[in-house]
């Protein structure tokens, strides 16, 4: 069973940056895909960012494009998603998530998800 969790979330100003961590325990990733997915109050889970563990595939949204940037450590079990330009549009509960799918902008797909963390842009 894997574990997750992120971390680095907090409140910044409009324009500033912030990195998000994803720390992951208990399981071998290596065919595994890494997403971060967000969820503002209201709205349904929408996805942000996703990379494989193997290789060197990186997918966006066409929202953060431009703006944020995944990437990872392989040896510390860490995925990263370092955030700039931050809009106040950002602003949402981050989720780290792990699946062996292919289809890495469907949350459904993810087996595994962390607790989330606050990012909060403010004007």
């Known amino acids: 069973q894997v574990q997750l969790v992120e971390s680095g979330g907090g409140l910044v100003q409009a324009g500033g940056s912030l990195r998000l961590s994803c720390a992951a325990s208990?399981?071998?990733?290596?065919?595994?895909?890494m997403g971060w997915f967000r969820q503002a109050p209201g709205k349904e889970r929408e996805f942000v960012a996703a990379i494989k563990w193997i290789g060197t595939s990186t997918y966006y949204a066409d929202s953060v494009k431009g703006r944020f940037t995944i990437s990872r450590d392989n040896a510390k079990n860490t995925v990263y998603l370092q955030m700039n330009s931050l809009k106040p549009e950002d602003t949402a509960v981050y989720y780290c998530?792990?699946?062996?799918?292919?289809?890495?902008?469907?949350?459904?797909?993810?087996?595994?998800w962390g607790q989330g963390t606050q990012v909060t842009v403010s004007s």
């Open positions: 998530a792990a699946t062996a799918r292919s289809s890495y902008w469907d949350p459904v797909a993810y087996y595994y």
């Open positions: 208990g399981h071998t990733f290596s065919n595994y895909v």
